[in-house]
């Protein structure tokens, strides 16, 4: 018999994200880990067993690595966003962007996290649990012209996939035809000449 509360017990309150705070040390959320009562997620960040990782729980748990200081001042984008909507694994460290009008000296030293200066349109940027993310088609678009062709593509490809997110492969051949002249522009318009599937049409 063990003393270690389940998600039914008393002992641990019902709900959809653990996070070392005043209840649990990530000391105990670690042991309710491996005991099966939780599951990691990212971070220090655990969910119940069953429970529905959706984009939202996991930006979450992605905004909980984020300095609080800096947290609306970066969005998350490129693998780490991907990871959010659920098409890509989870990243060692987040990737996060800086809009180019904002000074980032005073951020480089965040730790867990790669921050990237680029210019940001109003349509770029969404609010995914508390953590601003990268539209879809503007993930895709970092994606194709950033991350190496071994990642980069399966990523495209559920990207692609997911029709809920609305990307359609000739609007992103276009929008990667359309970035102001980037040294890697001709090796994303590769990475997207390779993709297909239903959203391709």
Partial sequence: MTATPTPTEPGLPLQELYSPGDVFSHAELQSMAFDGVLQPLYGESFTAPGESVTPRLRARAAGLVVPEHIRQKVVAGRMTAAWIY???????????LVDAKHRISSLRSTR????HEVRLGPLDVMSIGGLLVTSP?????????HVEAERAVPALQALLDRADLGIRLRLLVLAVEATPRVPHKKAALAKLAVLSGPSAA
Avoid: F, K
Avoid at 112 to 115: E, T
Avoid at 137 to 145: M, N
């Fill in 112 to 115: 867990g996290c790669i921050l």
């Fill in 86 to 96: 659920g098409c890509g694994n989870a990243p060692e460290r987040l990737s996060l």
């Fill in 137 to 145: 088609l503007r993930t895709a678009v970092d994606v194709a012209l």
